[in-house]
């Protein structure tokens, strides 16, 4: 099967710009978390879908948001960004709901904000 | 609330030479607990995980992890280091909620 894979690569904004990523999980994962990694605060839980609703949510202000697609692939989006939302945006997906499942993880979208 | 502890931010060691990274978690419910390998502009890769039954757990390259709710740790070994072992390892428990939480991470560096 094909990992999962993560759209784009890499990508340079501005502030105040928005953003969207896309990650399209393993065939047949049904659950997308996304991770923010950042070397100042390691690795952050953003969200969960499951079944095109999110289950779970972190501690991130509203800029932060997401959605899931029938076909399972989501995308986060982030808007007014800022200078600290410079990251690496980490995507995993799961058979089920992730809470004793295996997540498997995406290569990530390297984001800087300028 | 859960957390994860790793001890030692960078660790470095010969090759051929034993492997130890530490990690120690707090759970107030039985933990699922993770080790994951990032090498260099990559996702993360999973080594293991122990959800419930044998102790010690056996992973991929020759990596294993212990167990020990008495010490409330999963520290991660390898008998002996290779130098494409060299990368960040990350331990993570999952918390009632299913969120991953993670460790800050330990870079390993293998010498020749």
Same mark, same amino acid.
């Not at chain 1, 928005?18 to 923010?36: A, E, F, K, N």
């Not at chain 1, 989006?77 to 089920?96: F, I, K, M, R, W």
């Not at chain 2, 102790?55 to 520290?75: D, M, P």
């Given at each position: 099967?094909?990992?999962?894979?993560q759209?784009?690569?890499?990508l340079?904004?501005?502030?105040?710009?928005?953003v969207?990523l896309?990650c399209?999980?393993?065939?047949?994962?049904?659950?997308?978390?996304w991770y923010q990694q950042?070397?100042?605060?390691?690795?952050? =839980?953003l =969200?969960?879908?499951?079944?095109?609703?999110?289950?779970?949510?972190?501690?991130?202000?509203?800029? =932060?948001?997401?959605?899931?697609?029938?076909?399972?692939?989501?995308?986060m989006?982030v808007?007014?960004?800022?200078?600290?939302d410079?990251a690496l945006y980490l995507c995993?997906?799961?058979?089920?709901?992730?809470?004793?499942?295996?997540?498997? =993880?995406?290569?990530g979208t390297r984001l800087?904000?300028? | 609330?859960?957390?994860?502890?790793?001890?030692?931010?960078?660790?470095?060691?010969?090759?051929?030479?034993?492997?130890?990274?530490?990690?120690? !978690?707090?759970?107030?419910?039985?933990? !699922?607990?993770?080790?994951?390998?990032?090498?260099?502009?990559?996702? $993360?890769?999973?080594?293991?995980?122990?959800?419930?039954?044998?102790?010690?757990?056996?992973?991929?390259?020759?990596?294993?992890?212990?167990?020990?709710?008495?010490?409330?740790?999963?520290? $991660?070994?390898?008998?002996?280091?290779?130098?494409?072992?060299?990368?960040? !390892?990350?331990?993570?428990?999952?918390?009632?909620?299913?969120?991953?939480?993670?460790?800050?991470?330990?870079?390993?560096?293998?010498?020749?």
């Amino acid at each position: 099967k094909a990992g999962v894979t993560q759209t784009p690569r890499y990508l340079i904004k501005t502030r105040g710009q928005q953003v969207t990523l896309s990650c399209s999980p393993i065939s047949g994962h049904r659950s997308v978390s996304w991770y923010q990694q950042t070397p100042g605060q390691g690795l952050q =839980f953003l =969200f969960e879908y499951f079944s095109e609703t999110q289950r779970n949510k972190g501690n991130f202000p509203g800029r =932060f948001s997401g959605r899931q697609f029938s076909n399972s692939r989501s995308e986060m989006n982030v808007s007014t960004l800022e200078l600290g939302d410079s990251a690496l945006y980490l995507c995993a997906s799961s058979p089920q709901l992730a809470i004793q499942e295996t997540q498997y =993880f995406g290569p990530g979208t390297r984001l800087l904000v300028l | 609330a859960q957390s994860v502890t790793q001890l030692g931010s960078h660790v470095s060691v010969s090759e051929g030479a034993l492997v130890l990274l530490r990690c120690n !978690y707090s759970s107030s419910v039985p933990p !699922y607990l993770f080790w994951y390998v990032q090498y260099p502009n990559q996702g $993360l890769q999973l080594l293991l995980k122990y959800t419930t039954g044998a102790t010690l757990v056996k992973g991929i390259n020759g990596f294993e992890a212990e167990f020990k709710k008495s010490e409330t740790s999963f520290h $991660l070994t390898k008998p002996s280091a290779h130098m494409s072992d060299a990368a960040e !390892y990350f331990c993570a428990v999952v918390n009632q909620g299913g969120k991953l939480i993670f460790g800050q991470g330990t870079e390993l560096s293998v010498k020749p």
